[in-house]
């Protein structure tokens, strides 16, 4: 495994330098707990009308920009700005009354509780990753030959921004061509692989540790190796188990949480991919790169 | 020995008991089961998400958290007067604001909900300003300025907050209906004060911001009690007092976001969810089991107590579940099988350093322990944050997905070692071998 450490970090550091990319030119199409703004879903009895017909209906009032999109057989997800009970009232009876119709869902939420959601989520993600760093560090203080143990934790972060750039770069490339708005749940998503990444990543380090301790005299990138050939059934196995769920989700959940399973399915596979060959070659890597140095300075 | 089969007998009636319990409420309408129902979140049974922002400027410190908690019980209240199950109204403050949350399940014309809280009167009383500001104020406005201010009357801190109760009475005289309202202690003391302080001269109540009565005071009233004597035809005086009943709100209140799903779309997302979380389980067993025969059995049948452990859970808290937590718990399923997984593939290569079954399966459970943990922490610590970070969709999520970490390491662990070392199979024949897949 150890040994295409090549092919992998370039493949792995093609996908993060996309999807970087991706951010930074597209960003994220925000969704509208995060921006503020209204959607209103709306079905017809009958077929539909024309979106144009929507519009026309909708144009005497001051909702700002309107996005039509069609949902299911029959019905609509109208986003405009956000506007109160009186005005959703009026479109309402202007949208019912030309046609059979019914509402179905209608959110409409202030910018001011969706910049308060976007900071608490920047929040939650940088204290995941704080928590997360100071667990690795405390799981493998006893570790500390031949390299020492706050680099398994430098190594996890590398391998979970990994696994959480790959699904956000995803995310802005489909909110940029296809109109995927990010949304609490996305956010949600994240956090969930930040955790999984490091789950997958730690049972790899965990036998990393077993196995340093058990040989002491192998050298660390056979023990690497080794530990990594040990572990990578039951990595492949959990995220197979966790990608089935997934996939169920997917293909037969409802609407709310078909990209939430997306986004996961992504990290998931990603995470697994990082922990068997972009954590565990890094940890080779750097040992090699300072075992290097040290015998630089010795001559 | 006999010990360990007697667990795993009461192990298995327990799932086999469980899966019932869970199931019934899926089949059977009237079953002693159903008394504890499924608590289910709005997005599946439809309903409305609001929040309010209450206007608190006119109050500073301790009154404002007597006025939020008094404008809770006001709006549930009003709630309960159209007959909403189970309402959640919740007081939260947030980055300097005071918000009311109101969930109304199960309503069929969320819409008319809306307008019956946001139509819920505000009840104040007003003083007489002082002459010269009032002529100021008079010639600023015929210069069009200063055009939102009252000239004539000033506000108080008597308002509908203080307010035990109305109730509508007809004038001896002239047989106009009055209302007549009854102050709380706190309210009669003040307006004691009010009534001493302007003996004389006007007290003005206004309603939703308008003036409807401006009585002369003649004395000071001490009993707390006081009568509105306006042009009230009995039935206005009637809806009036209903409305003072119900509630004045001691603050003014702002819808500041909506969210509401109609109860067919909600039930179709439940449906969903079960169809996805059954496939989900259906696939992850199938998996078990041909990957790890025997042993994967075990597994599938401590997934299927964990299942029923979640649920009766999920019932007894009870967890309000909504589309995302649902997901969460589907993908607890799948997470739940990863210490089954951790084991079995440790005790592949025990039997492979040539241990017996036995030995092999119980460094199997013992080894796993420390990966088991430790990367159950991680999960831990991702629910917690999120349970922290949620908006009330996220915190299902994270609530299920945690209590389901928690749970697996319990099912997982105990139950399919209880169920493999109470089989005691010892001896390596060739169906024995064959059932853990290993080789002699």
Request: hydrophobic share 50%.
């Amino acid at each position: 495994m150890i040994h295409f450490r090549k092919i992998t970090y370039i493949i792995s550091g093609f996908l993060v330098l996309l999807s970087i990319s991706a951010i930074a030119i597209w960003g994220f199409n925000l969704g509208i707990d995060f921006k503020g703004g209204s959607l209103l879903e709306i079905e017809y009895s009958e077929a539909r009308p024309d979106a144009s017909q929507i519009k026309e209906a909708l144009k005497d009032f001051q909702i700002g920009e309107l996005r039509i999109q069609p949902t299911g057989d029959k019905g609509f997800l109208l986003r405009f700005k956000e506007i109160d009970e009186t005005t959703h009232q009026r479109i309402l009876k202007g949208l019912v009354q030309s046609d059979r119709a019914s509402e179905k869902r209608f959110d409409s939420i202030g910018p001011i509780l969706g910049k308060e959601l976007q900071k608490r989520a920047l929040i939650a993600i940088s204290l995941a990753v704080l928590m997360i760093i100071s667990y690795i560090g405390w799981a493998f203080r006893k570790v500390s030959r031949p390299i020492s143990s706050w680099k398994y934790g430098i190594v996890a972060i590398v391998a979970l921004l990994h696994d959480v750039l790959i699904p956000s770069g995803v995310f802005s490339a489909l909110g940029y061509l296809k109109g995927v708005e990010i949304d609490a749940l996305f956010v949600t998503a994240l956090l969930t692989i930040l955790g999984f990444s490091v789950h997958d990543t730690i049972v790899v380090f965990d036998r990393v540790r077993e196995n340093l301790k058990k040989n002491p005299g192998v050298n660390f990138e056979m023990t690497v190796d080794k530990s990594v050939r040990e572990t990578i059934a039951r990595s492949i196995n959990t995220s197979l188990t966790v990608l089935f769920v997934l996939f169920a989700l997917l293909f037969f959940g409802g609407e709310t949480t078909r990209f939430f399973s997306l986004a996961l399915i992504i990290g998931i596979f990603f995470g697994t991919y990082s922990s068997i060959f972009l954590a565990s070659p890094l940890l080779v890597s750097w040992n090699n790169w300072s075992q290097k140095r040290k015998n630089k300075f010795k001559i | 020995m006999a010990g360990k089969r007697f667990l795993a007998i009461f192990l298995f009636l327990l799932g086999v008991f469980l899966v019932y319990f869970n199931a019934v409420p899926f089949v059977a309408q009237k079953s002693f089961f159903n008394r504890l129902p499924f608590k289910l979140g709005l997005d599946l049974r439809g309903g409305a998400h609001l929040v309010y922002k209450a206007d608190i400027s006119s109050l500073e410190g301790a009154d404002i958290d007597e006025a939020m908690a008094g404008l809770r019980d006001v709006i549930e209240r009003r709630i309960n007067l159209f007959g909403v199950a189970e309402p959640v109204v919740q007081v939260e403050k947030r980055g300097g604001e005071q918000r009311l949350i109101a969930e109304l399940a199960g309503v069929s014309d969320i819409n008319e909900a809306i307008k019956m809280i946001g139509e819920t009167p505000f009840l104040e009383f007003k003083t007489e300003r002082p002459v010269e500001e009032k002529d100021a104020i008079l010639s600023a406005q015929e210069k069009q300025e200063r055009l939102n201010e009252d000239p004539y009357f000033v506000s108080t801190e008597l308002t509908g907050r203080f307010l035990k109760k109305a109730a509508v009475d007809f004038d001896p005289t002239t047989a106009q209906p009055t209302v007549l309202l009854e102050f709380t202690d706190e309210g009669k003391e003040i307006f004691a004060r009010l009534t001493k302080e302007n003996i004389g001269k006007r007290v003005a109540i206004y309603l939703d911001g308008a003036p409807i009565s401006a009585p002369v005071v003649r004395e000071e009233i001490k009993d707390g009690k006081a009568q509105i004597s306006g042009q009230f035809t009995p039935k206005e005086a009637k809806t009036l007092i209903q409305r003072l009943n119900s509630g004045a709100l001691p603050v003014p209140i702002e819808l500041i976001s909506q969210q509401t799903v109609g109860a067919a779309l909600g039930q179709n997302v439940l449906k969903k969810g079960i169809t996805a979380g059954v496939a989900g389980l259906i696939v992850v067993a199938l998996f078990l089991i041909i990957w790890y025969r025997f042993p994967g059995f075990i597994a599938v049948a401590a997934l299927i107590i964990y299942a029923g452990f979640m649920l009766t859970i999920f019932r007894f808290i009870p967890v309000t579940l909504t589309a995302a937590g649902i997901a969460g718990f589907i993908l607890s399923i799948g997470m739940a099988v990863d210490a089954n997984i951790l084991i079995f593939e440790r005790f592949k290569e025990e039997k492979k350093l040539g241990k017996s079954l036995q030995n092999a399966l119980r460094e199997g459970f013992g080894r796993a322990w420390p990966s088991i943990r430790d990367s159950n922490i991680s999960s831990l610590i991702t629910s917690g944050l999120l349970f922290w970070f949620g908006a009330s969709v996220i915190k299902g999520f994270a609530l299920t997905l945690g209590i389901g970490v928690l749970v697996s390491m319990f099912s997982a662990i105990t139950v399919t070692r209880t169920f493999l070392l109470a089989l005691g199979i010892s001896e390596e024949k060739k169906i024995t071998r064959f059932l853990f897949g290993v080789k002699s």
